[in-house]
């Protein structure tokens, strides 16, 4: 059997890319701030520009757009991992890194709102 054939898929919610304008920032020191490139109703990967430094077990994150009013505080999440991508930007010093965030237990309006997210600001 090929190794393509013994890969397991261990996400529980399909990911979908989002829209050009979308972003997150981590709380509470706005430390990573970056446009998502991925979002399901478990979690989220975003890159941002910035220096390693520990990953935290917990954190808030917040999602916003560019180009709407659409903006959803305070979602609990995990650090599943943050790695370093390369300089993308020229002239940076800083590398361009991916942090990828599972959601923990959110509250209603935070679902119910991050079902919409995924309904309209989502490429399907």
């Given at each position: 059997?090929?190794?393509?054939?013994?890969?397991?898929?261990?996400?529980?919610?399909?990911?979908?890319?989002?829209?050009?304008g979308?972003?997150?920032v981590?709380?509470?020191?706005?430390?990573?701030?970056?446009?998502?490139?991925?979002?399901?109703?478990?979690?989220?990967?975003?890159?941002?520009?910035?220096?390693?430094?520990?990953?935290?077990?917990?954190?808030?994150?917040?999602i916003?757009?560019?180009?709407?009013?659409?903006?959803?505080?305070?979602l609990?999440?995990k650090?599943?991992?943050?790695?370093?991508?390369?300089?993308?930007?020229?002239?940076?010093?800083?590398?361009t890194r991916?942090?990828?965030?599972?959601?923990?237990e959110?509250?209603?309006?935070q679902?119910t709102?991050?079902?919409?997210?995924?309904q309209?600001?989502?490429?399907?």
């Amino acid at each position: 059997m090929s190794k393509k054939n013994d890969f397991q898929e261990r996400r529980k919610h399909k990911r979908f890319k989002a829209k050009r304008g979308a972003f997150a920032v981590s709380l509470p020191n706005f430390d990573k701030l970056g446009q998502i490139k991925n979002i399901s109703e478990g979690g989220l990967a975003f890159q941002y520009m910035g220096d390693a430094e520990e990953a935290k077990d917990s954190v808030e994150v917040e999602i916003f757009l560019t180009f709407d009013d659409f903006f959803l505080r305070k979602l609990p999440a995990k650090t599943v991992s943050d790695f370093e991508i390369g300089t993308q930007v020229l002239f940076s010093s800083l590398p361009t890194r991916q942090v990828n965030l599972q959601f923990g237990e959110l509250q209603h309006h935070q679902k119910t709102l991050l079902h919409y997210f995924l309904q309209q600001y989502t490429q399907r």
